[in-house]
């Protein structure tokens, strides 16, 4: 995905909370992916934390009636520095990027592109999608691999049955069961899907922080209250997760974690770097022509690729996850 958003703004919502230990991070909407924008709710970053993990960017999205609001039509765009990580609930997304992959992103079934030194790619939801409805992620490559080349992986998860619960576990490890797809940090992705008035008690790392984004239903996270689009965060330290559904319908969530990642970062438009410079350059390069050696070039797309908007007028500064 594509954003021209610099800045989270919204601060953490107190209301609801009980648990000392959880923040409540309560998303914004935001336009995505230039002239045929979408809305999606964005959740990270955030003004009171910017990072779960490397996690880095959390986009929310639908459901959408597709015959409503047109779809997702996202036109080639550069990445530098990071991992895409898409994952659907319903719909069907078209993937093409500038390492040669063309792909499709359906429901329960992950697509990760690393876009290292840099690549360009393109999404759009198939002519069969009627309803559109997922999260897009991202998360930042520490230094020492930012450079590394470009790949992609697809993994379809099998599901776990809890006592009460129905985990797909995409990244990392949950539940006795690790997604064989290679990232640069120790990190956790999952989809879970608790029934009604379901307790479920998980273990986790210690080591990691941790992220529950509700997509639907009214869950508890330790005793904090999340409601639809909402992101929970649970600093490290627990090695173990309760979640609870309070409701006669069935919840479901997404969660992510990983160590707490210590670099500082320069995140602007769809570009991660490390520096001011980092991000001219990138941006110089994207413009540069038509196909840029660093990023390539999709093949398919009916259309023109997205241009980069104009950087602020005041040098990017280096910012660590901090309030």
């Excluded at 008035?197 to 922080?209: G, K, M, Q, S």
């Amino acid at each position: 995905m594509s954003t021209a958003e610099t800045e989270p703004h919204p601060a953490a919502r107190p209301q609801d909370q009980q648990d000392p230990y959880v923040e409540v991070l309560s998303p914004r909407d935001v336009p995505l992916g230039g002239p045929r924008a979408m809305t999606v709710r964005r959740t990270l970053p955030h003004r009171s934390r910017r990072l779960i993990g490397a996690w880095c960017f959390v986009d929310h999205y639908g459901p959408d009636d597709v015959a409503d609001t047109g779809g997702m039509d996202v036109a080639p765009h550069p990445h530098t520095g990071l991992q895409t990580v898409s994952w659907l609930f319903t719909g069907e997304i078209e993937h093409r990027d500038s390492l040669g992959v063309h792909a499709f992103v359906r429901p329960g079934e992950l697509n990760l592109m690393t876009s290292g030194h840099g690549i360009c790619h393109s999404e759009v939801s198939t002519p069969a999608t009627t309803v559109l409805h997922g999260v897009q992620l991202w998360v930042v490559l520490p230094d020492e691999h930012r450079d590394t080349a470009r790949d992609f992986h697809h993994h379809v998860p099998e599901p776990v049955t809890l006592d009460g619960a129905e985990v797909r576990v995409f990244l990392g490890t949950l539940a006795g069961r690790t997604a064989p797809v290679p990232t640069f940090t120790p990190l956790l992705g999952a989809e879970l899907t608790l029934a009604p008035h379901a307790i479920v008690t998980l273990a986790v790392d210690p080591a990691f922080e941790h992220g529950v984004l509700v997509d639907h239903g009214e869950v508890r996270l330790a005793t904090t209250a999340l409601h639809p689009g909402d992101l929970g965060y649970l600093a490290p330290g627990a090695t173990t997760l309760t979640l609870t559904n309070t409701a006669d319908a069935p919840a479901r969530l997404v969660l992510i974690g990983g160590e707490p990642f210590e670099e500082e970062i320069v995140m602007w438009w769809n570009f991660i770097g490390r520096s001011h410079e980092d991000i001219t350059r990138a941006r110089e390069e994207w413009m540069s022509s038509a196909e840029p050696a660093r990023f390539g070039a999709v093949e398919g797309y009916p259309g023109d690729r997205l241009p980069a908007p104009e950087l602020p007028g005041t040098p990017l500064k280096p910012r660590g996850n901090v309030r």
